[in-house]
C-alpha cells in the first residue's frame, strides 16, 4: 500500500509555495501563537544540549559558583574532556562504539543493499519466499530469551560481534532500499544489460550511484543503532573493559556511579576536573557524533525514507 | 502484502513475464544471462516463458538470488533459529542439558505466570502505559504536523525540522541522562527552585508520577520523528481541494476539519493500528534504566520482567513462555486491529485480497 503517491514526492522536492492568493493571511494572534509555540518547542530540544555543553567546558569555579548545571559561559576550558579522553574506561569504550559502528554499518549498509537488490525484480527465481523471509520478521519478533540463548549458544558473549550480527539487517531498511531500487526505471537497467553488464555490475555501475541519498540515510539508521546500542551490550558485555559507550554512559553518568575496577585512569581524572563536568563531557561524546553526521544526512530524510519506507 | 506496496506505475517490472502475461508484452524476461540471444522470453511470445524450468530461471537469476542469502542467513540464525527456540517455553530448560535433552512440561509455566502476581503487576503496568501513551503521545505529532505544515516561511520550517527531528537518533540513555540533568533531584530545575527557596523536584524518582515522566521523555524522543509521516501524507492532499473550499466560503478550521483530517485519516488509523499490535511492549531500555530510580512498582513492564526472570534469574523456560504469550497476544491484537480498520473502510497495514 502505498501512502505517498507519485505527486506527493514532486511535491517534497519542490518546497511549498508561498500562500495560495485565495488564502487568507494569518492575524497577528495567530501569527503570535505560532511563533511562540515553535520558540519553546525549540527551547525545549536544545536547552538541555546547550547547558550540558556548557557545564561540560566550564571550570570546576562556574560550576560551583551555579550551584550545578551552567546557563551563563566562563572561562570556558576543555580540561573535562582531556581528562575523559586521557586513557581509561571511557577512551577505550569511545573506541569500541566507533569500531563497532563503523565496522557494523559497513556489513549491514552492504548486506542490505545486496538483499534489497536481490528482492528488486517481481518474479524472480525465489522472489516470493526470499521477500517473504524478510518480511515476515516484521510481524513477530523471536523474544529475548530465545535470542539470548542462540547468540550465547553460538559463543559470541563477550564478542564485539554480539553487538553486530543480531541485529545486523533490519527488515524495515531493506525495504526501504528496495523499494527506491524498484523505482529506478527499468530502461536503464535493460540498457546496462543489453551492453553485458552483470548484476553485480549493474548494482554497483547503475543502481547505487542514483541511490546515494536513500543509502546515506540507511546507513545513519544503522549507524545510530550500532552507536546507541545499549540492551545488546547490556545482554552480552560481561568484561567492562569492552563495554561500549553507552554502558558507560549509564554507569558514570546515570547512575553516577564510579567505573568498575580495571577502569583506570578515571580516579586521576577525577582529581584534576570537576566530576560534573566530566560526565557531561561524557554526555557530549555521546551526543556529538550524532550531530555531526546528521545535518548531512537530515536533507534527504523526507526524498530519502518516505519515498520508500511508508509502510508497516 | 509486498507488491502493492512497491510497484509501481503500469510496465510490468522486468522478469514479471510469467506471472503477468495477460498484460503488455514483458520486454524483456526474468534475468536472461546478459550474454545469451533472449531466449523463451521474446517479447512477442510471452507464452513461452510460462513453461520455463526452475533450472532455467535459477540459472539467470542465481546473481540476484546470491545476492540476498547473506542477509537472509543472518536473518535465519538470529530471527529464525531464535523463534523456534521458543520451544523452551513448554520444556523444563536447562542451559546446562540443552534444548534437546530438557523435559516437556507442556503449559506447566504458562499456568505459572497467569497466577503469578508480579507478572500481572507488570502487564498491568504495560497496558496503563500504552493507553496512557494513546491518549497523551500519540495525537502529539498529528498536531506538531498541522503546526508545522503550516508554516509558510519555509526556511522556517526545515529549520524546526531538522531540531524536532534530531532526538530520535538520541539513545534512551542520553534521553534518560538529560532530563536527569534538567529534572532530576540535582538537575537544573531544581538547582533554580532552591536558589529561589523552594523544594527540589522529585518527578525522576517518584513512582506515582513516573507515567507522566515516561510518556514525556517519549514525546520528547520521538514526537518530532512522528511528524515526518503525517507530513508526507499532509504534501499529498490536492491544493484545489482548499481553493474549492475556501470558495465556498471554508474559513482555516474547517478547511482542516473537512480536507485535512480526512486526508491524514488512513495514515492515522495505520499507525493506530501498529500501536495496538504493540500494546505489550512500551520498549525495554526506557524502564531497565529507570527501574532502580522509581522501584519495580511502577517501572516494570513485561519487557523488564521477562529480563529479570529469565536473564538475571536464570529462569529461561518461565521467561520464554511469558514472552512467547507477549508475541502471541500483539500478534492477535495487530490482526484483530486490522479486521476492525477493514470494516472501516481503511486499508490497514494489508489488504484483504
Known sequence: MTLVSETARRRLRSSRPERAPWEEPEGPLARIGKGLALTAIVLVILGPLYVVLLTSLSSQETITEAGGLVMVPDGLTLDAYRAVLGGGVITRSVLVSTGVTVVGTVISVGLSILCAYGLSRPGSFMHRPLLFTVLLTFLFGPG?????????????????????????????????????????????????????????????????????????????????????????????????RMWPLQLVLRTFVLDARDLPAGAGGIQQAVDSAPSLALRMAVVMIAVIPILLVYPFVQRHFTKGVIIGAVKG | MEDQTTVRGTAPRGGAGPALAGGPPATRTAGDPPTAPPAGGAPTKPAATITKTWRQRLRADWPLVAMTLPAIGLLLVFHYAPLLGNVIAFQDYSPFVGIRDSQFVGFWHFSRFFTDPLFWRATGNTLLITAFQLVFFFPVPIALALLLNSILNSRVRVFVQSVVYLPHFFSWVLVITLFQQILGGAGLVSQILRESGNSPLGIMTDPDTFILLVTSEMVWKDAG??????????????????????????????????????ALRPVIVLLLILRLGDALTVGFEQFILQRNAVGSRAAEVLDTYVYYTGIVNGDYSYAAAVGLFKGLFGLALILAANRIAHVFGEQGVYSRS
Open chain 1, 144 to 240: 529475548m530469551i530465545p535470542t539470548y540463548l542462540v547468540v550465547s549458544g553460538l559463543g559470541l558473549v563477550d564478542s564485539y560481534w554480539a553487538l553486530i550480527l543480531p541485529s545486523a539487517i533490519a527488515a524495515f531498511n531493506v525495504v526501504v532500499l528496495r523499494s527506491f531500487f524498484m523505482s529506478i526505471p527499468q530502461e536503464l537497467i535493460d540498457s546496462a544489460r543489453i551492453d553485458g553488464a552483470g548484476e553485480f555490475r549493474i548494482l554497483a555501475s547503475i543502481v547505487l550511484p542514483l541511490s546515494r541519498a536513500v543509502t546515506a540515510v540507511v546507513a545513519l539508521f544503522y549507524g545510530v543503532g550500532y552507536w546507541n546500542a545499549f540492551f545488546n551490550a547490556l545482554l552480552y558485555i560481561d568484561d567492562t
Open chain 2, 225 to 262: 520523528w512522528g511528524t515526518i509521516i503525517f507530513l508526507a501524507a499532509l504534501s499529498t492532499v490536492n491544493q484545489s481541494l482548499y481553493e474549492a473550499a475556501a470558495a465556498d466560503g471554508a474559513g482555516r478550521w474547517r478547511r482542516t476539519w473537512h480536507i485535512t483530517l480526512p
